[in-house]
């Protein structure tokens, strides 16, 4: 068996421990005789699980008690229409800051008006905007930022406040670093990048903002049933809660956030001195004080170098370097699970590939 160096940017790479312990346990979940997959969600074993699954994140993240954990299907693109459905009545705000952003709005536009509170759409989403550009209307019911602009490689870097509730989409840098959870009335993300396979999606909800749900919704799409029936009104999607509750621990074990935060600041120094120290070959494509520590979005002077860029780094055991389809270039994700010597692999190998070219 060889694994390579992945820098996917979702689905993407999860810690080596975690896959061996999903391995080891897959035949004979927790002494049932039966796999995770094979067990009733309405079994003891499986409640058993999931409540610890609740209770190693609320820890990790230090969720207030007046806020609900739950787990949902639909991955985050539900998420884009689903919080209007639930919450929009008047206006939604949008700090359209990526890609994902604009789909949110778009998708929330079916529910009521939405607009842009600030944008860097005109820049190629190349920054986060600053806070004397923001313009909150009247009757807004809300404002929805991504904390993590996958595709761009920009990051918020402190959270900005409202008068009305704050939301967020936190699915490429959920439990990267420590947040301060009672700044948002809503938090969303999906699994595949930082915490577990793809099909599931963390919705942590303040009651407050519960209480104001929309009447007319259908049941499966209210979170308020998924908070009432603990993320059992239907089948929950088993498999990947559990391997979510294997990613709490290993985070646990090593550090909880902050000591993932450290690390990844410290990965994302290794790629980013390697962009910087490289006499402009590799330009980063983020702001410089906009930059994510997920997702380090770059291009080379060429599109022919970038395309023999990522096939080289491929044949190297480097893999996922290409930049998502909507902006092009070359984007390493090196989220959670990426280890510091992945990184320093990248690292040489820029460096040995613009001294060829
Ligand atoms: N939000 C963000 C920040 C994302 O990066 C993505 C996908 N990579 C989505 C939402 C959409 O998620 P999904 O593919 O699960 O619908």
Request: charged share 20%; glycine share 8%.
């Amino acid at each position: 068996m060889k694994r390579v160096y992945n820098f996917n940017a979702g689905p993407s790479a999860m810690p080596l421990d975690v896959l061996k312990a999903v391995q080891a346990e897959f035949l004979d979940f927790n002494h049932t005789g039966m796999s995770i997959v094979e067990i009733s969600h309405r079994s003891a074993a499986y409640q058993d699980m999931q409540d610890e699954t609740v209770g190693l994140m609320r820890r990790l993240l230090q969720v207030p008690d007046d806020y609900h954990i739950v787990f949902m299907q639909g991955g985050g693109s539900l998420q884009f229409a689903m919080h209007a459905m639930n919450f929009l009545k008047r206006r939604g705000g949008y700090l359209n800051t990526g890609v994902w952003s604009d789909k949110a709005m778009k998708a929330a536009s079916f529910f009521g008006d939405v607009y842009e509170v600030a944008s860097s759409k005109a820049d190629g989403f190349s920054y986060i905007p600053k806070a004397d550009t923001f313009v909150v209307q009247p009757d807004t019911d809300y404002v929805y930022m991504t904390s993590n602009n996958t595709i761009h490689g920009t990051e918020w870097h402190g959270y900005p406040s409202f008068d009305v509730p704050l939301f967020c989409d936190m699915s490429s840098d959920f439990m990267s670093q420590p947040v301060d959870v009672s700044k948002f009335d809503f938090i969303y993300a999906g699994a595949q990048k930082n915490i577990g396979p793809a099909g599931v999606v963390v919705a942590i909800i303040k009651d407050s903002l519960l209480a104001q749900t929309k009447e007319d919704v259908p049941v499966v799409l209210q979170y308020k049933t998924y908070v009432e029936h603990d993320s059992t009104y239907n089948t929950p999607p088993v498999f990947g809660i559990y391997f979510i509750n294997k990613v709490m621990h290993w985070l646990e074990d090593n550090g909880g956030l902050e000591g993932a935060y450290r690390r990844n600041v410290q990965k994302a120094g290794i790629v980013y001195a390697a962009i910087d120290g490289s006499d402009g070959f590799y330009r980063g494509h983020a702001a410089a004080d906009s930059r994510s520590l997920m997702n380090v979005t770059f291009n080379l002077p060429t599109a022919e170098l970038e395309a023999a860029f990522v096939a080289q780094a491929a044949e190297r055991g480097l893999i996922g370097l290409k930049g998502h389809r909507s902006l092009g270039g070359c984007r390493a994700s090196i989220y959670n699970a990426v280890t510091e010597e992945g990184c320093r692999a990248l690292a040489e190998f820029m460096e040995e590939f613009r001294k060829n070219h």
